[in-house]
Structures are given as structure tokens and as C-alpha cells.
């Protein structure tokens, strides 16, 4: 992995989805938890190195608990937020009350939207082969 910006020390990769743009370009979205937080990480796969460039860190408001993404452009992307509470012992109490509070939410550089909620646990995403 290469970029200036990217902490390697503090990747905790979770979920991830790679995206192939109209020129080949191939990139990989990979949910991270640096410090029990939640961001998405952007790279770009250079072929001829065989290495992965850092593009950016994405983080939002709406992406709190990260579980797992699934990448429909190069920054453009569904993800899964498996708890609504961040603190730790509100998230017990969500859990042991059996709150349907986490929710799926779409991401562009754009507009970030929950797209669906009232999931008990949503966990994995995907999409079909044809979109």
C-alpha cells in the first residue's frame, strides 16, 4: 500500500468491494475500524506495481458502525451499519433490548442517504451481477 496519508498501523480492514471503472481502472473499498471508529477506505490498484494507491478516507456522519459495503462506482457505495449506538454500553442495551435500529446507507461524494432501515442486525450487503 502506498499513499502519504495512509496510517498502516492503524488499519483494521472489515468489509470490502472492488469496482471496475469504464477504462479498467479497479479500485477497493474497504471498511475500516482505526480506533473503534468507522471510514471507508479508497484505493486504486496499479496493475504494473502490483500495489495499491491511497486515494482517500471517507467518513460521515451516517457511517457510524460499518459492517460491510458493496461498491456501484469508484467513490459511489450501499454499506451497512450493523448498530445504531456508537457508545459501547448504549450498544449493549440496543443489542439486549433487540432494537431493529441499524440500517443501510448510500454513499456518493454528493449525498449520503439511508436507504433502508429498521434491520436488527444489518450485517452483509451485495448486488446482483447485472446491477
Request: hydrophobic residues 35%; aromatic residues 14%; glycine residues 6%.
Amino acid at each position: 500500500v502506498i499513499g502519504s496519508n495512509f496510517d498502516q498501523s492503524s488499519f483494521n480492514p472489515h468489509g470490502i468491494s472492488t469496482f471496475t471503472d469504464e477504462d479498467n481502472t479497479v479500485y477497493l473499498l474497504v471498511v475500516n475500524h482505526p480506533d473503534f471508529k468507522s471510514t471507508v477506505e479508497l484505493f486504486k490498484f496499479q496493475e504494473e506495481e502490483k500495489s495499491l494507491l491511497h486515494l482517500k478516507t471517507i467518513k460521515h456522519k451516517l457511517l457510524p458502525n460499518l459492517n460491510d459495503i458493496v461498491a456501484v462506482g469508484p467513490e459511489h457505495f450501499y454499506a451497512t451499519n450493523d448498530h445504531y449506538f456508537v457508545n459501547p454500553y448504549l450498544r449493549s442495551w440496543e443489542l439486549y433490548l433487540g432494537l431493529a435500529w441499524s440500517y443501510v446507507v448510500h454513499y456518493s461524494p454528493n449525498e449520503v442517504r439511508v436507504m433502508a432501515d429498521g434491520f436488527d442486525f444489518a450485517n452483509g450487503i451485495n448486488i446482483s451481477p447485472d446491477g
